[in-house]
């Protein structure tokens, strides 16, 4: 069998992991709208996230979207194991959270997030910060400065 990290693909395999059905039935109808192919593979909370990061020693997933508060275990705990393990470590990783705090921002920046995405209420808001997020990870934009962090459908990187 091949691994797909060596395959060329039009398909970004996106990981998402989020306790609240709702948010992640919005997550993928917003895909569904975009002009990109996508799969997406979704689990319900942290330990099953790296259960599942842990099981999948080749890099299937070209990008994760983590929300910052699940059970069992949360986002920021769930980013500091990604960002400490030699295999996952690149996986670049955007943080979803209903609020925005200044402070947890720095340390999620430090802690080698991609971006941090204050979930918007309306579906077509989401469906723009999130384009924007998948289009700059096809480029393989690397950690923006601390400045362009934080992403909305109003704030867009240059």
Do not use: W
Request: proline residues 5%; hydrophobic residues 35%.
């Amino acid at each position: 069998m091949i691994s797909q990290k060596y395959v060329q693909t039009d398909t970004i395999n996106i990981l998402l992991a989020d306790d609240d059905q709702d948010d992640c039935d919005f997550f993928k109808e917003v895909l569904d709208e975009l002009p990109l192919l996508s799969h997406l593979t979704y689990v319900k909370n942290g330990e099953q996230l790296m259960q599942l990061l842990n099981q999948k020693s080749e890099h299937i997933f070209n990008v994760l979207f983590i929300d910052l508060n699940m059970p069992k275990k949360n986002g920021f705990t769930c980013l500091e194991e990604i960002k400490s393990n030699d295999n996952l470590k690149h996986l670049p990783t955007i943080i979803l959270s209903t609020s925005f705090e200044e402070s947890a921002a720095d340390s999620l920046y430090k802690k080698g997030a991609h971006y941090y995405i204050c979930k918007p209420s309306d579906l077509n808001q989401l469906k723009i910060v999130i384009h924007l997020v998948l289009t700059l990870i096809i480029k393989n934009s690397p950690q923006p400065p601390r400045d362009k962090f934080f992403l909305s459908h109003l704030n867009e990187p240059e």
